[in-house]
């Protein structure tokens, strides 16, 4: 049985956006993965921030919270914090939902 889904109430403003928006995280994610095989933190922290400074202008606090959690990991250089920040992130990317009211 698969994984339930969540649901997000987007802005319908922005339904056109909010499809590239999570491609352009799920891409993120596939980046931040392949930096963390060179223990490039610098680039994760980069990409973590920006998460973090866009999650909330599109609705998505959820991704906010971790992208504030990859950066700060990534300032750490904690690889199990960024490693599980960054399989929450693939997840819920994975499950959500937007429907548009």
Request: overall charge negative; hydrophobic content about 40%.
């Amino acid at each position: 049985m698969g994984k339930e889904r969540i649901v997000v109430s987007g802005d319908p403003d922005l339904a056109t956006l909010i499809p590239c928006f999570l491609d352009n995280r799920r891409k993120d994610v596939c980046v931040m993965r392949e930096a963390m095989s060179y223990a490039d933190y610098e680039r994760i922290r980069i990409l973590g921030h920006s998460i973090k400074g866009s999650g909330g202008g599109y609705g998505f606090d959820t991704i906010t919270e971790l992208g504030a959690r990859i950066e700060s990991a990534a300032m750490m250089g904690d690889r199990v914090q960024i490693m599980q920040a960054l399989e929450a992130l693939n997840e819920y990317l994975e499950r959500v939902q937007v429907v548009y009211d």
